[in-house]
């Protein structure tokens, strides 16, 4: 089993930050895409930022230049960094894993947390 622990979310007024971390742990053997998620209420989950284990990123087109995604390889841990919050922005953010849990996994296998909330409010 695996599983990816979110920390760092809250409440916090529009143009804040907040730092989002989540560890993922148990039978990994690689870690190829780490990334982040969100729901909000009422609409479906998107995606916010990815980052594969060479440091490819990928952003959603709504937090490019607002968020930064970082990787600790050797941790299994992710970082989401995210400036000048708007309302917008509040959500449950998820963390999620491509990995392969042994050597011989011929295929990646997706991971989820469970979600911590980020609230954007004056």
């Known amino acids: 089993q695996v599983q990816l622990v979110e920390s760092g979310g809250g409440l916090v007024q529009p143009g804040g930050s907040l730092r989002l971390s989540c560890v993922a742990s148990?039978?990994?053997?690689?870690?190829?895409?780490m990334g982040w998620y969100r729901q909000a209420p009422g609409k479906q989950r998107e995606m916010v930022a990815r980052?594969?284990?060479?440091?490819?990123?990928l952003y959603a087109d709504s937090v490019k230049g607002r968020c930064t995604i970082s990787r600790v390889n050797a941790e299994n841990t992710v970082y989401l960094e995210m400036n000048s919050l708007k309302p917008e922005d509040t959500a449950v953010y998820y963390c999620?894993?491509?990995?392969?849990?042994?050597?011989?996994?011929?295929?990646?296998?997706?991971?989820w947390g469970e979600g911590t909330q980020v609230a954007v409010s004056s």
């Open positions: 999620n894993a491509d990995l392969r849990q042994t050597a011989s996994s011929t295929r990646l296998e997706t991971w």
């Open positions: 148990g039978r990994i053997f690689f870690i190829h895409t």
């Open positions: 980052r594969t284990a060479g440091g490819s990123t």
